[in-house]
């Protein structure tokens, strides 16, 4: 099994051709996409609209604010105008400009991403677990039943970010006590200099995007094995 932890977009510059890139699977493996938290976001850009307590506008919004500017760029959606001025005031620009024209860009945006990209995108899987290991975006919340915890809709974003499995932190990085079942939780999301392993978790987002780093855990019986690649190779 092969399982990607999501946040495959946004925030760099060929967001669009690793979607594709990493549907391509590998032979001899399954392979298992999770859903990250900006994948979430943008599936809220191409399908929220006026009837929903998330707003068309903010959704377009929130998602350009925390990295889809970079997608956006990488479609073409802007001109070379925008770019100049692109990181002094662009959310302020975006906010007049998407204000007038949200619905017009929404479909613009939905059609240069296409449906097959975007039904990906909604397919993707909050969790994989094989006993007790787990492996999820973001992460557990120690308090809330494990079961109703991971049932999650991705219709609507949560009140509180601290209650969704592809946005927790706090809450889940500073609990060192048992997880429900005696989980092995295995995450991304929070970024660290290097992979933070515990009794009951390991994070392994070392920053790619910023850092240059990428870190695969590969598990094997009770042994789990760290891999890294850099910009300058593995």
């Known amino acids: 099994n092969i399982i990607y932890l999501g946040d495959y977009i946004d925030r760099g510059p060929n967001s669009i051709q690793i979607l594709d890139d990493i549907q391509k699977g590998y032979e001899n493996a399954k392979t298992h996409y999770l859903m990250g938290n900006h ?21 377009l919004l929130n998602w350009i604010y925390y990295g889809g500017i970079d997608v956006c760029e ?13 990181i002094k005031d662009y959310y ?6 998407i204000k007038k024209t949200e619905k017009k860009f929404q479909k613009k945006l939905r059609e240069k991403i296409g449906e097959d990209r975007l039904n990906f995108i909604k397919k993707l ?28 809709k991705i219709d609507y974003m949560p009140e509180n970010f601290e209650w969704h499995p592809l946005w927790i932190r706090e809450k889940f990085l ?49 042994t789990i094995y760290l891999i890294q690649a850099n910009r300058k190779g593995p």
């Open 39 to 59: 994948e979430e976001f943008l599936y809220h850009a191409l399908t929220a609209d006026a009837y929903r307590r998330y707003s068309r506008k903010d959704a």
């Open 74 to 86: 990488e479609l073409k959606l802007f001109n070379n105008n925008f770019q100049e001025s692109r």
């Open 92 to 97: 302020t620009y975006l906010e007049q400009k």
């Open 125 to 152: 899987d909050v969790f994989w677990r094989q006993d007790r290991l787990l492996l999820v975006h973001a992460g557990v919340h120690p308090s809330i039943d494990l079961k109703n915890f991971l049932n999650i």
């Open 174 to 222: 500073t609990w060192d006590g048992s997880f429900e079942e005696n989980i092995f939780v295995i995450h991304g999301h929070t970024i660290q200099k290097t992979p933070i392993l515990k009794n009951n978790k390991l994070g392994i987002d070392t920053g790619s995007f910023n850092k240059g780093c990428i870190t695969a855990a590969v598990i094997e019986n009770d």
